[in-house]
């Protein structure tokens, strides 16, 4: 990979059976490959003084098994991680000309959805220009707790057993977190089609702390596999503390809309479109997908009293993206395709007061998995906390609860709150979003 921007990383070596704390520095690398400078060539490191029967010094090769896992770890998270939602850029002031009085109406009470989408349009020649703040602090993948992820690593031809058998054993804490600030225009190009451009600006934040610890399952000398430690007895110590840590920040991908009003009859209305992502946030840095992409959309809506129920389908199509594959290597690999459905409704309270109220569900295809699950070493060893992964599909189901007030003419605050019901994938318990919108 050739950075082109710096990340500071850290890797710091803790020995637990002494007061001291021995440091050592780390390859500054991109964001989507922190995991690998962690627990690849450069950070975790066991060393090894044993001298083999022909006179050579063995090699300590914990094996790759471990890295590739941690590799799809990264996948599954950073796929994920770049695919958030954006806040829905329709406008609250939503309006239709009223041939009888020559004038435009509002063709609502409430003031529309935060998160999902209705099926009014905004008016020919009208103007919507918005700006919402939403922030996620991620609290597991897969319905494994980021804070206490489990992971051992094999040594080379561990199946011929002696002293391959040792292994190494990490607790691993990782903080992933996204900040979104998202600026939204929606123009009428007529009575029935809106185009729309989002343009978010991103700052994410990722670190890893490991604890390392050398199990010596198939050796009793300390000499055969050790962390460098001038603490430990001959510099030989079995534990080791890593971590690294990094942020960016940046534009993300940009989202271009089209939303065409295919049916208005009476108080029901069903719109069509198409959001268009394009890849233009660094994903390296994890900004940005690096892949073009495409959702189209239906959605249906009604009034009733004060009540406007709405329904939402989506179907997000994902090209091809390093952060699928090997970024490292620059190999690309498709991201996963997800459909997303919605039901919700909007509760006019008063003139100025508006509640939405949505259900939001999220089918992933053809995702990383992350299992946890035992490691037993030979047919009567201990038996150890570890990950792998699979192949599969993801459901999700999320609340979002939100208000929206008329602060002064034509211009509205928003307040909002997502949180987690079920389902895996990566989630955050809560996601509070602020915004301001103005509509001409």
Known sequence: MKPSMVIVTLCTSLVLSGAAQAQEAQTPGKLATLFEDVFGPTGLVVNSQAVLPDGTTHSAHFNSAFQSNFTQFNVALVSQLTALPLPS???????????????FRRTTRSFGPILSDRAETIGRGRLSVGFNYQYFSF???DSVDLSAVPALFTHDDFQLGGGRLDVVTTANSVEASLAQ???AI???LTDRIDVSLAVPVVRTTLSVLSNARIQRIGTVDPAVHFFHDDTA?????????????GSASGVGDLIVRVKANALREGRRALAVGIDLRLPTGDEKDLLGSGALGAKPFAALSTNVGRLSPRANVAYQWNGKSVLANDVRLGLKGGLPDQLLYVAGTDVGVN????LALDVLGQHVFDTPLLLARPFEVGTTGPSFPDISFRTGSIDAVAGSAGLKVNIAPHILANFNLRFHIAGGGLTDRVTPLIGIEFGS
């Open 89 to 103: 850029p329709a406008s609250g002031f939503t309006y239709a000309f009223d041939p009888g009085t020559g004038t």
């Open 139 to 141: 609290d597991s993948l």
């Open 181 to 183: 600030w998202t600026g």
């Open 186 to 188: 929606t123009y009428g």
């Open 233 to 245: 007895p001959g510099g030989f110590g079995d534990r080791k503390q890593f971590s690294a840590v």
């Open 351 to 354: 003139e100025r007061f508006s």
